[in-house]
Each structure stands twice: as C-alpha cells, then as structure tokens.
C-alpha cells in the first residue's frame, strides 16, 4: 500500500486575520470528505493550486476526530502484528506538535496520548476474552534527534553523551539505535508520568544548550509484545514530531544556531531527496545522508505510515506552504509493504531436532530484533517566518552506489502469517510521470479562481498548468519580479553527468563515508558533497542552499564558499533571464577556459571540495598516489585482516585504515548481534556497511605497515 498522506490545516491563532487566510479545502470526490488543498498561485493571485491527498482536515476539525479517522483504523492491524508508524511533517508553527501531543484538556490531546489510550483499551479486552491466555505488555521508548545527534528521552539530560547514541545496521537491513533505553508502561498513568519526565528532559537538554525543543524531531516508539502460551507477537507503534525548519539567513544569533537550523534543514532537506529517489523508483535512496532519514527509512520498513501534513492557513506562510505541499503530494507516491511481523517462539519449536540445548535453549535473535524496528516516515518543511524565507529545493541527484537492502532474512523458528498486501502506486491524475533524469514533482493543477471547473481541477487538461520547477524556483527565490517576466516554458533537462564527474562525487562521497565521525567538520562535507552533486547536475539554486548550510561548518573559509556561491547565483540569473550559460560539466581536465563559468568548473575551483577534504585526509597516508594493493583472499594479510575484525575490538578495528569510529562500533554491533565469526574476506564483503572499497584499503593499510608480511 502506499504511505497515506492527509493535510491538516489550523485554525486562525490570536493575532491572525481571516483577511489573510489564502489555504482552503474542497473536495474532487464527487461533494463527498475534502481530499483537495487549494493555495493561489504566489505570482497570480487570480489563479490556485491544487493538491489532492488522501484526506483533507479544515480548521475546525477535532483531536477526536481526527484521530478517529486516522489513527483508530489502524489499530486492529496493530495488534495483529503489523507496525504503524504516524508522522507530523510542516513548516514550523503550523500544528505539528499540537496535532501529536496536544494539550493537557481531554478534549485537546493529541495522536500520542489517544493512541496509549487505546492500546491499553484493547490490550485489556484481548485479555478478557482470551481469559487471559493472550497478555500484552507495552514498553516505551522516546528520543530526539538533534543536530543529527540521536539523545535517548527517557534519560536525564546529565546522562548524554556529546556524540549521542549511535546507530546500528541490523543484519535484516533496518537501522536501531544501539543503546536506547526501553520502559516497561502498564497503565494509561504510567505512560503519562513517562511522557512527561520524557518531554521535561527534551525541554532541559534544550535550555542547556540555548535552543528549543521543538527545533529536534521527537520519536516516540510504542513497543506492543503479545504473548500466547510459546509465541511471542511484537509490533510498534511509531509517532514522530519531525522539526519544521528555519532560514539559517533570519537567525540573529550565533554559531550553534546555525549549526542547529542547518542540521534541520539538512535532514528535511534529505527526506525530500528520498521522497524523490523513492517516488521515481531509483535504486539507491540517499538516506544515509541524515540520521532521521537512515531511522526513517521511508518506503523500507513494513507497515502503515501515515504522513500528517499540518498547514498553516495564512499568507505569511505561502511560500512555505507550497513547499511543504509538494514534498508531500510526492510522498503519497511511496509504497510501503504492509506486513505482518513475524511471530516467535519464547522456546524452540519442538519439532526441530538436534540442536537444541534444553530447557535452556537459546532463542532466535532476528525476529527479536524486529522489536527494534523503528521506522516511520515523513517529509520536508520551511521557514518559520514570513519574510525573507529559506530558499526551499527539492531535487534529487543521483548516484550509483549499491540499493539498501530489502531482503528479509529467512528465520527457521518463524512463521510469516499474512500474505503481502501491496498496492500500486497511488498516482494522481496531475502527477506527471518522470521522462527525464530530473525528478519530477507533482504538478498541480491551476484554475483561474473565476472559473468554475467542470471537472476535477486535477483532470483539467485545457487548464493552463505551471510546471514544478517553477513552483520551486518560487519558493527557492522570493524573486517574483525575475519570475514573473521568466516564460512558461519546460526547463531544458540538466546536463547528464560525465563518468568522470560522477566518479568524482563517488570519491567524495567515500571519503566522507570512511571519514572519521567524531570529526566536526564531517558535516560540513556533506554539504559540500551534495552542493558538488546538485552543481554538476546544473540545479544551481539547490547547489547554493547545500553551501549556504556547510557555511558554519568551515570557520575562517567563508569568503571561498561565499564567492562560489556568488557564482552559482550568477548562473541562477542568467538562467532566468533566458542567457544560455555553456554547460559546465567537469571533463576531467584542470585547463581553465576564457569563459568565467567554465573556469570556475574546470579549474582549480572546480575541485576545492574535494581536495579541502583530501589535503585534511591525505596527511601522512599519501592515498592519492597509493598503489593498490592485489588481494590474497585466503593470504596472511586477509588472516590479520579478519582476526582484527574478530576480535570485535573496536580500538584494533579502527586502527585499520578506512575504519572510523562509527564503523567500527556499527561492525561490533553487527557481529554481536548475529555471534558471528567472519571467516573470509568475501563474507566480510557481505556485511551491511562494509563496502568492496573498505576492504581494499584497510587490506592495503596492513600491507603498507608490513602486517601479515
Ligand atoms: N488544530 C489546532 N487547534 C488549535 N490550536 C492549534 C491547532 N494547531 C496548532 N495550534 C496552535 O498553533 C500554535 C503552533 O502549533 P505547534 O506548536 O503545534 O506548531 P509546530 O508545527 O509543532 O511548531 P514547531 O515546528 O515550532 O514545533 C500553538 O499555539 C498551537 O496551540
């Protein structure tokens, strides 16, 4: 089935005015539920948008009823074991936190606290009528992602560690965080009591650090474990508050502000570009790039996944709007597969033989993990403010790297007990299939506002229609004037990107892979990685926010990303202004041309990130020039290779060139987790997270330093 996305606009706060209220719902269903958010068109007043959802909630709409018609259906499928995962997705200020925390009044409360209420509702009716054959313990676990830094709620602030819990790769390809602490909940008043230490810690961990608690995304994880005789069900509710991002540029204050808001930013920013990857059936999805979305990871995980998008409807907030609404109207576009999780045995089944140690037989590990499987979904916002707001971009680049795994893996002394349902792509009338490399974005339909369609806006084909990169470049560039005298006409496909360019960012792209985590600057690369990728792919405009963002991460080297970024807004002009600049892709040469455009990307320029990267990696390891080594697989250097690995020493790994901390600790989880021993480099290859490249070079790291010799 696909991620069911719902719009949920909110009411006018004190000091709004109905005046100014431009975001409205309708209905193109027959006059049955509004399923249509309508928002004129920022640059023509007289024309509107619309974007069809799933379902469409207006201002009066209730806590009640909207969890009645969300979250309650779901709740039968809960408990038969399958996991939910519910997330508020919007541009700060527009109700995400009142939608799924709500206030204290009955009345006001929100998804989270309904939720546990009806939980505890059914759990207690299961056990009535099974006579208390079947019993459900819930256990709860809560945490915040801040600054791409995961903090465990449930402990107090004095208990973080600077680098926060990391994060671990399970052998069935889901993403948990190691070391999360989980509490046992028994009651309705349990789960208060928790949620409220919970939320006091999120709100002093914040005070401590001079920010807010809303500029974290919260995820709460509602573990459901279901116990008949021998089998053992789990299944998890996840219910997640994502941040609504903030213009880094608005910030009045200093350097850990900006560090916060970019990180955001960056996070939305990715789940977009996974919303994208996913939405075009790209192989590879970039969710490593952020901690929400490598928890996350839409359209991965099995389950419901509901997406809340909370509206603001008011015309400060327009361009944000549109912004949020068409990362949305994409994720509609995401299948999820919704399965059930498998049952386990709390003893070995009895029909298996031999292997057994008694009583005292140890129990399947995988299926347990399961309970770890936090996953949910989720989207991108905006700025909080009216003016000025962040230029917000949504494309996608592209590289080649190996697809996530989907696979799940085989477990003997488990039964899948529901076939997969899945659903085809839920594609909209007005979502206009992909011809090109660049992503496409849902296109909405735009109806003068004087006219009455006669017909669906959405399947309006005489209607006059603004392609998505437009709509972008709106909300990228409060620039109407430029847009306003810009043509209508559908933007030339961004120039393929050359082998060689694309080995480039390969490289780059690894280096920050392999690169050490605890490094402060690893952050600032990815911007630079991703501002490089969205450059050579000619999305300028995208280019530029990346290096905005990686700004308060290279103190003293301003001025170099200012001026490259003062090039791009050159491009980005003479773009709009119709002047063909040449295309710029990289040839892999360092000649620099008379053009100025070209210079800055065959020249010396055009490498920078790269090399700032490489001049800090390469000291003392000269890998540029290293040779590579040729593998003995089964020689003594691989031996060394795989009693270092064995040994699950994380010290002795990281000495191994290539292994940062974060990759040693993610491999130790890893062999923990399965008590496996790695008996071959090819085994060794087959480890999530340990790629062909790795390899390579910790075995050339042993030959340089004789081992094995
Ligand atoms: N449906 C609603 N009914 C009444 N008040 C609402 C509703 N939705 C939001 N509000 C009010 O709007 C204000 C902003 O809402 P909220 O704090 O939930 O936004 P948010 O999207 O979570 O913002 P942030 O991203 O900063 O956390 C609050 O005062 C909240 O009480």
């Known amino acids: 089935m696909s991620v069911r996305v719902v719009a949920r606009i909110r009411p006018l706060l004190e000091k709004e005015l109905n005046k100014d209220i431009i975001v409205h719902s309708a209905s193109n269903n027959d006059g049955k539920s509004s399923n249509v958010v309508k928002i004129p068109n920022p640059k023509n007043e007289s024309e509107e948008f619309s974007f069809t959802f799933n379902s469409v909630y207006d201002q009066p709409t209730t806590q009640e009823q909207l969890f009645s018609a969300e979250v309650n259906p779901h709740l039968k499928s809960l408990f038969n074991g399958v996991d939910v995962t519910i997330f508020a997705y919007g541009v700060t200020g527009t109700g995400k936190t009142h939608t799924m925390r709500g206030g204290l009044k009955l009345a006001e409360r929100g998804v989270i606290p309904r939720l546990l209420s009806a939980v505890f509702r059914r759990a207690k009716r299961i056990a009535k009528d099974t006579e208390g054959d079947t019993t459900v313990s819930v256990a709860l676990s809560y945490y915040e992602i801040y ?116 990180a955001i930013n960056k996070s939305l920013f990715v789940l977009s570009q996974c919303i994208d990857a996913i939405s075009r059936g790209e192989k590879r999805i970039p969710f490593r790039e952020s901690k929400m979305t490598r928890i996350l990871s839409l359209g991965q995980n099995n389950g419901i996944t509901i997406m809340i998008l909370n509206l603001a409807p008011i015309r ?65 916002a905006a700025a909080a403010k009216p003016a000025d707001r962040p230029v917000k971009l949504f494309n996608v680049y592209t590289d080649k790297s190996k697809p996530a795994p989907t ?28 011809k090109i490399t660049r992503p496409e974005l849902p296109r909405p339909s735009l109806v003068p506002r004087s006219a009455k369609p006669s017909q669906p806006p959405s399947q309006a084909p005489s209607q006059p229609s603004i392609s998505a990169d437009q709509i972008e470049a709106m909300v990228e560039k409060k620039v109407s004037e430029i847009l306003a005298s810009r043509k209508q006409s559908t933007p030339a496909p961004p120039p393929e990107i050359s082998e060689e360019v694309q080995k480039r960012l390969e490289a780059l792209e690894r280096r920050i892979e392999d690169g050490r985590h605890d490094d402060p600057r690893s952050e600032g690369y990815r911007f630079l990685l991703m501002a490089r990728q969205h450059k050579e792919r000619g999305e300028y405009a995208s280019s530029m926010k990346m290096y905005e963002m990686a700004l308060p991460h290279f103190p003293g080297q301003e001025a170099r990303l200012l001026g490259k970024m003062e090039k791009l807004r050159l491009r980005i002009a003479a773009k709009r202004e119709g002047r063909d600049l040449p295309p710029s892709p990289l040839k892999g040469t360092k000649s620099r041309t008379e053009d100025e455009d070209d210079e800055y990307y065959n020249g010396a320029d055009a490498d920078d990130d790269e090399d700032v990267f490489a001049s800090k990696k390469s000291k003392g390891k000269g890998t540029k020039s290293r040779a590579k080594a040729k593998i003995a697989e089964d020689g003594p250097v691989s031996r060394n290779l795989l009693d270092i690995i064995n040994s699950r020493d994380i010290a002795r790994i990281m000495s191994l060139q290539g ?15 399965d008590d496996a021993l790695i008996e071959s480099l090819d085994q060794l290859r087959g480890v999530p997270g340990i790629s062909g490249r790795t390899i390579d070079r910790a075995y050339e790291g042993l030959v340089a330093a004789g081992a094995g010799a």
């Not at 830094?149 to 671990?168: C, I």
């Not at 299948?335 to 140890?362: D, H, L, Y």
């Not at 039964?415 to 997969?420: M, N, Q």
């Open 659 to 673: 292994f940062g901390p974060k990759k040693a600790r993610d491999l130790v989880g890893y062999l923990d987790t």
């Open 316 to 380: 400060s907030y327009h361009l944000d709007t549109l912004s949020s609404l068409n990362v949305s109207s994409r994720a509609k576009r995401i299948e999820v597969r919704e399965i059930e999780n498998e049952v386990v045995f709390k003893q070995a089944p009895r029909t298996n033989s031999g292997t057994s140690t008694g009583g005292m037989a140890r129990q399947p590990l995988r299926p347990l993990a399961n309970a770890h499987n936090i996953h949910s979904g989720a989207a991108a």
């Open 147 to 262: 600054n791409d830094k995961v903090f465990d709620l449930l402990e107090p602030p004095e208990k973080r560690t600077p680098s926060g819990l990391p994060l671990r790769a399970e052998a069935n390809g889901k993403t948990v965080v190691a070391g999360l602490s989980e509490r046992p909940c028994e009651d309705l008043k349990d789960f208060e009591r928790l949620y409220i230490e919970a939320n006091n810690n999120r709100v002093t961990a914040a005070t401590k650090l001079n920010a807010h608690s809303s500029r974290s995304h919260a995820i709460l994880r509602v573990k459901l474990t279901q116990t008949t005789g021998d089998m053992v069900r789990e299944s998890t509710a996840s219910a997640i508050d994502l941040a609504g991002s903030e213009d880094n540029r608005r910030t009045d204050n200093g350097k850990e502000r900006l560090v916060e808001s970019a």
């Open 407 to 434: 696979t799940r893996p085989a477990n003997i002394s488990a039964k899948r007990t529901s076939p997969i349902h899945k659903r085809h792509i839920d594609l909209d009338a007005n979502i206009r299939p992909s």
